[in-house]
């Protein structure tokens, strides 16, 4: 790998994890279990791997942003994950600020 490759996928990555907690809280405006969620995610185009998953949503629920309770389904003790009242008002602000860059870089784009 080239050094503009390394430097290319370090900031892909560093992108890319701040679009997957923001893709995360908007998916769990509805509830789901780690499983559905990967599959609703991968399905719209943002393929996230369980070890980076569950420690998001480990930290996202010890930030208060996340509800989470465990129960059975299909025989299987399941864990299910929703937005709380916090992480209401955090994804809206969330998208607000999203929206606010995404119109910055378009007038940015727009200039060149």
Not at 11 to 18: F, I, K, N, P, T
Not at 31 to 54: C, F, M, P, Q, V
Request: proline share 1%; with cysteine; charged share 30%.
């Amino acid at each position: 790998m080239t050094v503009s490759q390394n430097i290319f996928e370090n900031l892909r990555l560093e992108l890319r994890r701040g679009c997957l907690t923001l893709a995360v809280l908007v998916q769990l405006r509805r509830e789901h279990y780690g499983y559905t969620l990967r599959k609703d995610l991968a399905a719209n185009g943002l393929d996230i791997d369980e070890s980076t998953l569950y420690p998001l949503l480990r930290r996202l629920e010890t930030q208060g942003l996340l509800v989470s309770e465990w129960r059975e389904e299909e025989k299987r003790n399941k864990r299910f994950y929703r937005l709380s009242s916090d992480g209401e008002v955090m994804l809206d602000q969330l998208l607000h600020e999203w929206q606010a860059i995404n119109e910055s870089i378009n007038r940015i784009l727009e200039t060149r």
